[in-house]
């Protein structure tokens, strides 16, 4: 704890990373951050569609972190919350404090999901092997969590997606305490729509 308040007084408010696979409820988290009090870096550059109606929270330059490797718009983001998937984690500096929201959802649904809107978009997809796609996020949530663990710039807390869709008050309740703030959470579970949890995956046989 000594340490978290130390790195607070050298680089300042915290950044709240919103974070996980694409298609893991990451707008759905950065929406509840929204309806709480949190505010949000975006540009709307990505507009809402039928995949997520209710917008995507994205903002722009978080792309390029791992190509020009700007990092010039952090500073603006202390005490604000910022949508990064797992995959750009990595290239985050360390002269900055996150705190990361990390969302985790079953692997078949994330596919499911993502299939759903490249075939939205027109694109032609693939069917592959779904334990091999299991495989390959697997082993890429543990390299990502392995690289948090081991930096003192991150604190995390996971957040399973379907704990937030059976519970939204509860989960809406651990971000707020995680973040160390008071947030609207009534309005935060308020926000939550069980409709949008279109993509499920078939349950296992007994």
């Excluded at 996971?158 to 707020?176: K, R």
Aim: glycine residues 8%; proline residues 6%.
């Amino acid at each position: 704890m000594i340490g978290v308040m130390v790195r607070r007084l050298r680089f300042g408010a915290p950044i709240v990373v919103v974070s996980g696979l694409p298609r893991s409820g990451t707008s759905m988290m950065m929406r509840m951050l929204e309806a709480g009090g949190v505010e949000l870096l975006q540009d709307g550059v990505r507009a809402a569609d039928d995949s997520n109606p209710k917008g995507y929270f994205e903002y722009e330059p978080v792309k390029g972190l791992d190509k020009d490797g700007d990092v010039s718009w952090l500073p603006g983001a202390h005490g604000k919350a910022v949508k990064i998937i797992s995959f750009l984690l990595t290239w985050l500096p360390e002269d900055h404090n996150y705190q990361v929201i990390f969302m985790h959802r079953h692997p078949d649904e994330i596919t499911l999901s993502q299939h759903a809107m490249l075939r939205a978009r027109g694109e032609t997809v693939a069917e592959g092997d779904a334990e091999r796609s299991r495989e390959v996020f697997r082993a890429h949530l543990s390299q990502v969590e392995r690289f948090m663990a081991g930096r003192a710039c991150f604190r995390v807390l996971p957040v399973a997606y379907h704990d937030v869709i059976a519970a939204p008050e509860a989960a809406a309740a651990q971000v707020a305490q995680f973040l160390g703030r008071p947030l609207d959470t009534a309005a935060m579970a308020r926000s939550v729509d069980q409709q949008l949890y279109r993509n499920r995956a078939e349950p296992a046989s007994p």
